[in-house]
């Protein structure tokens, strides 16, 4: 394309992606919820005052990316008057060309990401295959490749357990990675990862394979919250039979709560009937089936969370030959991704944590599964 077809598709894409994220939704959102934390007795539930400020942070994550995108676009018009103007080389205009389209294609990249858990963190484990001290030393070495990756990347990696090898290496270990989009980004990790080399454990010299699997899960908060939306209740109340005195048969103290429930997984829509006549008074008798209901509503949540974990350990593969996702040939310097057929020649940097462009891949491909 020309400079000028350039200019106006990157504005393009631009202003696709304020629309798509919303970006005007998410500032006045922000800013209302900024407004709460300006408030006196903000801080008197911590649980609460922490839940609006991990939704701030994670709203601001997506307006400051855009922000950048938008400072990078202006900056590109204005240096496009010049060179138009030939008061600017073509050189400098190619250079903020290939700046502004870098950050507008990792914006868009990120924006792939949209799934409630790819913004948590997560956490990472590595288990040696059969091999003895060879595949424990494979098991190492992604071990520091991944500590790498998070280094380069600004994550802070917490290791949470960890058992070494008989002789070198360990056998397995589990990291804590935390950092915006540890999991979206680490998700296509999961796997059998193969070693081909000439082993320095080999006193022969032979060539020889390795394997070592890798999982990453989500780390979930432990609370979940539950929103009950008060135009989908309504109430019946009816007097209580059976002992308990006159004013329990004559008062309508018994409650039935009704509440219109739409999975936001499936769509599927149903009642949910609770009756209570705990005790003689009605506004109690509503407050214990209001509680009976959000009982109901966690307990759904976390049905659905416990099998989406469920999902992510059935897709991981034995650690054994054909099984593996990604291959590591030393002496060929090839690293190939068996899932995308994305490969390079950069071991040294592979292994030194450079796997940007696996990932960016395998989400090219796979991230809307």
Not at 33 to 38: A, G, I, L, N
Not at 191 to 198: A, D, F, Q, S, Y
Request: glycine share 6%; charged share 30%.
């Amino acid at each position: 394309m020309t400079i000028p077809e350039t200019i106006k598709d990157l504005l393009s894409r631009r202003d696709a992606l304020k629309k798509y994220l919303d970006i005007d939704r998410l500032e006045a959102e922000i800013r209302a919820e900024e407004q709460k934390t300006e408030q006196a007795d903000f801080w008197s539930d911590p649980k609460e005052a922490q839940k609006v400020m991990k939704d701030i942070k994670s709203k601001k994550n997506w307006t400051s990316s855009f922000a950048t995108v938008a400072s990078s676009c202006e900056d590109m018009m204005v240096l496009g008057e010049f060179f138009d103007a030939g008061e600017v080389a073509e050189e400098e205009m190619l250079q903020q060309l290939e700046t502004t389209t870098k950050q507008v294609e990792e914006l868009e990249f990120k924006n792939m990401l949209r799934n409630e858990s790819d913004s948590f963190d997560a956490v990472l484990s590595i288990n040696a295959g059969a091999g003895g001290v060879e595949a424990q030393d494979w098991a190492e070495m992604l071990m520091r490749m991944y500590m790498r990756y998070a280094e380069r990347t600004g994550y802070k990696v917490a290791i949470s357990n960890s058992l070494d090898g008989e002789g070198a290496g360990i056998k397995s270990v589990t990291m804590q990675i935390e950092g915006d989009f540890a999991y979206g980004y680490l998700k296509s990790e999961t796997g059998v990862h193969r070693l081909v080399r000439v082993s320095p454990f080999n006193a022969q010299g032979k060539r020889m394979t390795s394997f070592a699997s890798v999982s990453v899960t989500p780390l979930v908060d432990d609370t979940i919250e539950v929103v009950v939306d008060q135009s989908k209740l309504s109430w019946d109340t009816f007097r209580s039979g059976g002992a308990g005195g006159q004013n329990v048969n004559k008062v309508e103290s018994g409650v039935r709560l009704r509440y219109q429930y739409k999975d936001p997984y499936t769509g599927v829509e149903e009642e949910i009937l609770i009756e209570n006549t705990e005790t003689r008074d009605q506004p109690k008798n509503k407050e214990n089936a209001l509680r009976l209901l959000r009982s109901q509503l966690y307990e759904r949540e976390m049905r659905h969370r416990m099998e989406e974990q469920a999902k992510i350990k059935a897709s991981q593969k034995k650690i054994e030959w054909g099984s593996q996702i990604r291959s590591y040939v030393m002496d060929d310097r090839r690293v190939k991704d068996h899932r995308t057929n994305y490969q390079t020649g950069d071991v040294t940097g592979v292994m030194d944590g450079k796997i940007e462009n696996f990932i960016k891949e395998y989400l090219m491909q796979f991230g809307g599964e």
